[in-house]
């Protein structure tokens, strides 16, 4: 029979091969039953910044592709919550014409130094990049900003930084900073977390020669 029809399919091996592309126990909720809020967060500039650590962290080892895969999903999830959310809010606002122009743009330029291109209210164009998280807002927003961000933050009009916090949820909460980089030494505080290095180098043969 098995020469027929086969063997039967083992499940558990099937879910081990899975697993490598697929993180189990994480599925999100339908996109189509999560409703965003705006919510409105003021900035601390008196009190000193704090970078979250954990001392004494024990010696382990990191799976940076599951680690990669996860964040990518997860940042994947912000942008549709996000787009979702601005379409509703311009339709709202009685600018369905603006909210059918919405584009998002990392799924075509992931170079493009933002990730969706919105609308505001009056017809200029808003230009957001979108940081996911999956915890809750607290008295810290923690984020990666590329020097490719940086630098369209500093050139472009209405560059916004949205940050969605409890992306897993149905109920995420988006805080939305217009001009971040005006914040900076106001309760910003950016710090480098690599750099890249340029050798100039020549062939010892060539420079014997």
């Given at each position: 029979?098995?020469?027929?029809?086969?063997?039967?399919?083992n499940?558990?091996?099937?879910?081990?091969?899975?697993r490598?592309?697929?993180d189990?126990?994480?599925?999100?909720?339908k996109?189509?039953r999560?409703?965003?809020?705006?919510i409105?967060l003021?900035?601390?500039?008196?009190?000193?910044?704090?970078v979250?650590?954990?001392?004494n962290?024990?010696?382990r080892i990191i799976?940076?592709e599951?680690?990669?895969?996860?964040?990518?999903r997860?940042?994947?999830?912000?942008?549709?919550?996000?787009l979702?959310k601005?379409?509703?809010?311009l339709?709202e606002?009685?600018r369905h014409?603006?909210?059918?122009?919405?584009?998002?743009?990392?799924k075509?330029?992931t170079?493009?130094g933002?990730?969706?291109?919105?609308?505001?209210?009056n017809?200029?164009?808003?230009?957001?990049?979108?940081?996911?998280?999956?915890?809750?807002?607290k008295?810290?927003a923690?984020?990666i900003?590329t020097s490719n961000e940086y630098d369209?933050?500093?050139?472009l009009?209405n560059?916004y930084i949205y940050?969605?916090?409890e992306?897993?949820?149905?109920?995420?909460k988006i805080?939305r900073?217009?001009?971040p980089?005006?914040l900076?030494?106001?309760?910003?505080?950016?710090s480098?977390l690599?750099f890249?290095?340029?050798i100039?180098?020549e062939n010892?043969?060539?420079?014997?020669?």
């Amino acid at each position: 029979l098995y020469t027929i029809f086969g063997r039967p399919v083992n499940k558990n091996k099937t879910h081990e091969k899975l697993r490598k592309y697929i993180d189990f126990g994480e599925d999100y909720p339908k996109i189509s039953r999560v409703k965003a809020d705006f919510i409105d967060l003021n900035v601390i500039s008196k009190e000193p910044l704090k970078v979250p650590h954990k001392p004494n962290q024990a010696p382990r080892i990191i799976d940076f592709e599951k680690e990669n895969r996860r964040n990518k999903r997860l940042g994947d999830r912000g942008e549709l919550i996000v787009l979702k959310k601005e379409k509703t809010y311009l339709k709202e606002n009685g600018r369905h014409d603006l909210a059918k122009k919405i584009e998002h743009v990392s799924k075509k330029d992931t170079n493009a130094g933002y990730d969706i291109l919105s609308f505001e209210l009056n017809g200029e164009e808003k230009f957001i990049e979108v940081k996911s998280t999956a915890s809750s807002f607290k008295n810290i927003a923690n984020f990666i900003l590329t020097s490719n961000e940086y630098d369209k933050a500093q050139r472009l009009k209405n560059y916004y930084i949205y940050i969605v916090f409890e992306a897993k949820s149905e109920n995420p909460k988006i805080w939305r900073i217009k001009d971040p980089i005006a914040l900076k030494g106001k309760g910003l505080k950016m710090s480098p977390l690599s750099f890249r290095v340029v050798i100039n180098i020549e062939n010892k043969n060539d420079e014997a020669n």
